[in-house]
C-alpha cells in the first residue's frame, strides 16, 4: 500500500515561493514516476509537474515552467516541488500521486493511481 503525505502548503503573497514535500511509503520506488496535481475551486485536476523515479527526468505544465522545479530525493523517497514567482492563479489544493512507471503519461492525473490527502497553497495579490 502506497502512501503519500504532502507538506508545505500555506497563505503567500503574489511573487513569493514555497516549497512542497511529498513524503512517500509503502514499497520500492525506483520503478516509479511521481507527480503534482492542482486543483483549484470549480475546476478539473490539472497536471503541473513530474518526475521519473529512475532517471529523474522531469515533465512541466506550460503554465508553470520556469517557475517551478520539481525534484526527488532517492534516499528520502521524498519529492518536491520547488515554486517560485506565485501567481494568484496557482491558489489550488495540491496533490502528489505516484504511479509504475511504464514510460508515457506523466502529466495525465488519471493514470495516476495512488494519491496523497492533498495541501492548499493560496496565493494573494
Known amino acids: 500500500q502506497v502512501q503519500l503525505v504532502e507538506s508545505g502548503g500555506g497563505l503567500v503573497q503574489a511573487g513569493a515561493s514555497l516549497r512542497l514535500s511529498c513524503a512517500a511509503s509503502?514499497?520500492?520506488?525506483?520503478?516509479?514516476?511521481m507527480g503534482w496535481f492542482r486543483q483549484a475551486p470549480g475546476k478539473e485536476r490539472e497536471s503541473v509537474a513530474a518526475?521519473?523515479?529512475?532517471?529523474?527526468?522531469?515533465y512541466y505544465a506550460d503554465s508553470v515552467k520556469g517557475r517551478f522545479t520539481v525534484s526527488r530525493d532517492n534516499a528520502k523517497n521524498t519529492m518536491y516541488l520547488q515554486m517560485n514567482s506565485l501567481k494568484p492563479e496557482d491558489t489550488a489544493v495540491y496533490y502528489c500521486?505516484?504511479?509504475?512507471?511504464?514510460?508515457?503519461?506523466?502529466?495525465?492525473?488519471?493514470?495516476?493511481?495512488?494519491w496523497g490527502q492533498g495541501t492548499q497553497v493560496t496565493v494573494s495579490s
Open positions: 518526475v521519473n523515479w529512475r532517471d529523474g527526468r522531469t
Open positions: 500521486a505516484a504511479k509504475y512507471d511504464y514510460g508515457l503519461g506523466y502529466l495525465s492525473p488519471n493514470t495516476y493511481d495512488d
Open positions: 509503502g514499497r520500492t520506488f525506483s520503478s516509479y514516476a
